[in-house]
């Protein structure tokens, strides 16, 4: 499978924000977000080639219990099956960061479903109609939030998008409340701050909660932490 990179840092978002975490970045998605922050996984995907059993070796290198598999999109790669399971069954905890536009029979303890409101989608280019046909896929976000322990994180530009997460998960009635984060989006501290000060409000008037974003606010905007 085509991996983006293998590192160690602290989880910086959602349920777990500050846990040490070994990640594992795909390379490779279905959808184009205007403001994708790992530009390298979709818009012009790279990485290397790799084998399930030489991340196994990696990861197991960094003597870690949490692994968090993410992209890019890692729900639409086949080989991602194996490695969960066998990750799980070595007793990591494995979190899966996903879209919820794909699904595989991967092992998970928890499922990171970050869906895409209409602020992601790249006006203007020849990726526009297709970011918007296939960001929004309800019968694979309820075959994952049935089948596992999930948040939900959405990442928020302006206040109106709040009203648009409301249409959002009216759509899911079963879906938890309490599991449900809302991020500014900012790839600087300084407009990250800002955008958090009026979202913690508009996430508690909801039954939702605000998730930080540790790894723009300590490292900013880098690869690999």
Not at 147 to 167: H, R
Request: charge should be negative.
């Amino acid at each position: 499978m085509l991996i983006a990179e293998v590192f160690h840092s602290i989880q910086g978002e959602g349920r777990f924000a500050g846990v040490p975490s070994v990640f594992v970045r795909t390379s490779g998605c279905n959808l184009r977000c205007r403001w994708c922050d790992t530009p390298y996984t979709s818009w012009e995907p790279e990485g290397q080639e790799r084998s399930v059993d030489s991340l196994l070796n990696e990861v197991h290198g960094f003597d870690c219990e949490h692994v968090v598999v993410t992209g890019g999109e890692p729900l639409l790669i086949p080989d991602v099956v194996p490695l969960t399971r066998q990750l799980a069954a070595d007793g990591h905890f494995v979190t899966i960061e996903t879209a919820g536009t794909a699904d595989q029979p991967v092992s998970a303890a928890l499922m990171s479903i970050s869906p895409k409101l209409a602020n992601s989608t790249p006006v203007g280019t020849n990726w526009e109609d297709r970011h918007d046909q296939r960001r929004h896929r309800p019968e694979v976000i309820r075959r994952l939030i049935h089948k596992y322990d999930y948040q939900f994180k959405f990442v928020i530009d302006a206040p109106g998008d709040v009203t648009e997460v409301e249409e959002y998960l009216s759509e899911f009635p079963e879906a938890d409340s309490r599991r449900v984060y809302l991020m500014p989006q900012a790839i600087e501290p300084g407009p990250l701050q800002e955008k958090a000060a009026w979202l913690k409000d508009a996430a508690a008037s909801h039954g939702w909660k605000l998730s930080p974003r540790l790894h723009v606010e300590l490292f900013g905007n880098t690869r690999g932490t």
